[in-house]
């Protein structure tokens, strides 16, 4: 029975990545195009980080702190197990939609639990081989490993997932417990992840002022040995230290087992007890008659700030941006001054670097991809209703463009401010910025048109998973990865020919696509689903 | 008012409707009755502008859904099987967002929503998220927005499903009311007592073939519907053809 129930799991943890389409040759080319594309994403990651576990592991043996190498590989990896698993911890423990269909039937709630957990481990144990693994290959080649030493680091690589996947389950629960005592449910879950997202980061970039600080360009690793836990297991797998491990074993396993035997223990009571909520009065209709366009990307905006999936997934660079803007200006401005100065670029490449940052933080902006796939089973009612799709697809790009501007163009304020750039080069600036939402925002459009997502029980599928999402975000990154690798060629010539690149192009697909989208897309739209 | 002419439909090799004909008058009550997958969704898709189909045409009031389908959506209202609407939306927001696609005036869209949320005891809920609704309530909301713009024809797969025995009865009233005032509506059912009390006409498909159709009186005869339908059902789909030529 566990068997089956893990199974079925499993299958549709797969069948979630697939893509959907009309025809079988449509759906067969875009899943096998979003394979080619994870299998890329993986094997880049796996690349970047067997790269900096190289420079380090070479870094580390100089001075002594081997340890080092892995007490970083941890930290990273438990964060990214931690975000990369704590929206499927939460729906799939908290609002997994089948719990009723399940309970229903002869099979022990405890085996529900545990295939769950299972399942989500295994996301967890993913998440951290993407990490663990280069670098451990790389420490054993460039500085070897000790036998002890060896069997610790698979005792680590075993044991995080475990402590990383409770953490999520406490972070999961204590969002989903306040979360439905409350009106505002998307607000409140964006704000606690928020906090708990930016309160990891503070403590990670902490951890990463004592590592790197150094004004001489040398790197002081002891301050990793504050970091305890994380301490202990890069200690226990470089070292083969014994009482490390211990240590490590114990502030692992005990909050573990302790989390897992709760959630165990209340798992019915969790899922099947139903929050009061105060009931909203209905006094009277005090909404006035509005046109058909503006309606439609009111309600676009409001299914974007509805679903906290949807904001952290498809909005969380308009804030990243921000919140990076904010951060640079304040604290690292007068760094990158002094670096710029002693490189002799300041002039020249500041307005440029200020724009790049900019255009590649907004390009993880994907508010119109997952448009179209999240119409999902509600589809009809926009083609049965007498709306043009012309419409329909331009209050959807609106959207974009309504949320991705303001926060971005602001970022781009404080940056040109924070870097006394000139008025001329600062409208520059804002006009790459422009340009980037509105590629990000017709190239998602255009891509969810095209590889629609419909077939999700869960909205986290449409707007996470799927062609379209992961075409719209890294064909976005390499498009001005492309774009900034032209612009630092062209900007020593002249500054004004740098900042045109990174917004000419973008301009003119953006065009091309638009024409596409008033023509042939109309068709596309309409053809969806038929 | 709905006028299906020689209507084909296939799903790769499967033809789900086939050559299939009908005329719904203004004033008419038409009820479409059929086995599970019979072809009844795809037609009535088909008439919405939902689905393509590959042969045929169809007519709403006068204008073709494949010629004009904005001109057609504007006569009619659907009513889908399953009402799935936005979750992300309060009742009230949803009548209002269909009450601005259909250009309907502030005064009227309130005197509406007033009526028919009194009518079907949904007025206290409509400040609350769609996603908290039952079946029923939100087939309810379904019916509210499609009767929001006072439709020429109602189309409606399965419209009594979840709701009521007070909410089926007010919906067979108002039913009744719209063909009186010179509307028209076509609807699917498993219920055939319903078809046989409240509809002046009838049509039954089998395998996406049209078996019979026409006046209730005529087809059923002195039999019940049920009878007649089970009978049909059982022979095959060339003897009800000679049935409906005769």
């Given at each position: 029975m566990l068997k089956t129930l893990i199974k079925s799991r499993i299958s549709a943890l797969f069948a979630s990545m697939t893509q959907g389409g009309k025809s079988k040759n449509k759906k067969r080319v875009a899943t096998s195009l979003l394979i080619v594309l994870f299998v890329v994403l993986i094997a880049y990651f796996l690349f970047a980080m067997g790269a900096m576990a190289y420079g380090l592991c070479y870094m580390a043996n100089e001075t002594g702190d081997t340890y080092a190498v892995f007490t970083l590989a941890v930290i990273i990896s438990s964060a990214l197990c931690l975000f990369g698993s704590i929206f499927a911890t939460k729906t799939q423990l908290?609002?997994?939609?089948d719990n009723e269909l399940l309970l229903s039937m002869p099979i022990p709630p405890k085996y529900i639990f545990i295939s769950r957990m299972l399942v989500l481990l295994l996301v967890n144990y993913l998440l951290e081989a993407i990490v663990m693994l280069p670098c451990m290959l790389m420490y054993g080649i460039?500085?070897?490993?000790e036998p002890l030493g060896f069997v610790c680091s698979l005792a680590v690589f075993l044991l995080l997932p475990f402590l990383t996947l409770a953490i999520s389950c406490i972070i999961a629960w204590i969002v989903s417990e306040i979360a439905s005592r409350l009106r505002n449910k998307t607000f409140v879950t964006v704000f606690l992840f928020l906090v708990f997202f930016l309160g990891y980061m503070y403590m990670c970039g902490s951890i990463g002022v004592y590592a790197g600080s150094e004004e001489n360009a040398?790197?002081?690793?002891?301050?990793?040995?504050?970091?305890a836990l994380f301490y202990w297991a890069g200690d226990a797998m470089a070292n083969g230290s014994l009482i490390s491990l211990l240590l490590f074993v114990l502030c692992a396993s005990v909050p573990s087992f302790l989390v897992f035997f709760i959630l165990d223990k209340r798992f019915i009571s969790i899922i099947t007890t139903k929050k009061a909520k105060a009931k909203i009065e209905y006094k009277g209709n005090t909404e006035k008659a509005g046109g058909v366009y503006s309606s439609l990307l009111k309600k676009e905006i409001r299914r974007f700030f509805s679903s906290s999936a949807y904001i952290m997934n498809a909005g969380l660079g308009n804030v990243l941006c921000l919140v990076m803007a904010i951060a640079i200006s304040v604290s690292s401005r007068e760094l990158l001054l002094e670096l710029s100065g002693e490189y002799g670029m300041l002039e020249a490449f500041i307005p440029f670097g200020v724009s790049c940052v900019c255009v590649f933080m907004g390009s993880?902006?994907?508010?119109?991809?997952?448009s179209i796939s999240l119409?999902?089973?509600?589809l009809w009612i926009l083609q049965s209703c007498p709306i043009s799709p012309r419409d329909i697809l331009m209050a959807k790009l609106s959207c974009h463009m309504v949320i991705c501007t303001p926060l971005s163009v602001i970022s781009a304020v404080i940056l040109c401010v924070a870097f006394k750039i000139s008025i001329v080069y600062s409208l520059f600036v804002v006009l790459a910025v422009l340009g980037s939402v509105a590629f990000t925002g017709y190239w998602g459009l255009f891509l969810g048109l095209k590889f629609p997502k419909?077939?999700?029980?869960?909205?986290n599928v449409a707007v996470k998973q799927g062609f379209a999402v992961f075409g719209s975000m890294l064909g976005s990154m390499l498009f001005f990865m492309i774009l900034m690798g032209i612009g630092v060629l062209l900007t020593p010539i002249s500054i004004i020919l740098g900042l045109m690149v990174l917004i000419v192009p973008p301009v003119i697909i953006s065009v091309i696509i638009h024409s596409y989208l008033v023509n042939g897309g109309i068709v596309a739209f309409e053809n969806l689903k038929k | 008012m709905l006028k299906i002419l020689n209507l084909t439909k296939t799903y790769g090799d499967k033809r789900?409707?086939?050559n299939l004909s009908l005329h719904i008058k203004a004033g008419e009550m038409y009820a479409f009755i059929g086995h599970n997958g019979a072809g009844k969704t795809t037609t009535i898709k088909s008439c919405t502008g939902l689905l393509n189909f590959d042969n045929g045409e169809i007519y709403i009031d006068g204008v073709s859904i494949k010629d004009d389908p904005i001109e057609c959506k504007r006569k009619l209202a659907y009513i889908p099987?399953?009402?799935?609407?936005?979750?992300?939306?309060s009742g009230i927001k949803y009548l209002n967002f269909i009450a601005d696609i259909y250009g309907i005036s502030t005064q009227e869209r309130n005197e509406k929503i007033s009526k028919y949320a009194d009518m079907f005891g949904l007025t206290s809920d409509?400040?609350?998220?769609?996603?908290?609704?039952?079946h029923g309530m939100k087939q309810k909301l379904a019916i509210i927005s499609a009767l929001i713009h006072s439709p020429k024809l109602l189309i409606m797969d399965e419209?009594?499903?979840?709701?009521?025995p007070r909410a089926a009865f007010l919906l067979k009233e108002e039913m009744r009311r719209i063909c009186d005032d010179g509307g028209a509506i076509f609807f699917s059912t498993h219920v055939l007592d319903v078809a046989e009390k409240i509809c002046d006409n009838i049509a039954i498909i089998k395998d996406g073939r049209l078996v019979i159709s026409g006046k209730m009186s005529h087809v059923k005869g002195d039999s019940s519907l049920e009878s007649v339908f089970l009978e049909l059902e059982d022979k095959d789909s060339a003897f009800g053809k000679e049935w409906d030529n005769a």
């Open positions: 908290f609002e997994s939609t460039v500085i070897g490993y040398t790197l002081d690793l002891s301050g990793l040995k504050n970091t993880m902006n994907l508010v119109s991809t997952p119409e999902g089973k509600s419909f077939d999700w029980q869960n909205e | 789900a409707v086939d099987d399953n009402p799935d609407l936005y979750e992300f939306m409509l400040a609350q998220n769609i996603s908290s609704y039952s419209p009594f499903v979840g709701l009521d």
